[in-house]
């Protein structure tokens, strides 16, 4: 039998009397992160079973809007380059560059 290593990435959201998160912590330990402090995050996690995706988003209630923009823009701009390196499908990684350069530009994100 062979042995299993074990790596935990923690959450932890502190909400308000409302039940709105004022602060959200994470920690992976491999990683050296422990409670590192964020304003917004997305997990994804795909049901097998299911065939669907299953998510969490969350953002603090003092998470500016300007800010939001720009956490959209790189989370498809991320979501493009893992899709290439999950799948090798250059031209539609390319479509979907090409969509992100769209979304910074309507929404002035430029660098």
């Known amino acids: 039998m062979a042995n299993t290593i074990t790596s935990k990435i923690e959450l932890n959201v502190e909400l308000d ?9 994470w920690s992976a ?25 299953l998510r969490i988003d969350l953002w603090t209630k003092d998470m500016p809007v300007d800010e939001m923009k ?25 479509t979907m560059k090409d969509f992100c350069d769209y979304f910074a530009e309507k929404l002035e994100l430029k660098k």
């Not at 009397?17 to 912590?25: A, D, F, Q, T």
């Not at 409670?35 to 079973?49: G, H, I, T």
């Open 17 to 25: 009397e409302n039940r709105i998160p004022e602060k959200l912590l």
């Open 29 to 53: 330990e491999d990683g050296g992160i422990s409670n590192a402090e964020a304003k917004a995050m997305m997990l994804s996690v795909w049901d097998d079973k299911a065939k669907e995706m």
């Open 70 to 94: 720009i956490f959209f823009h790189q989370t498809l701009v991320a979501m493009a380059n893992t899709f290439n390196r999950a799948t090798q499908d250059e031209k539609m990684t390319a």
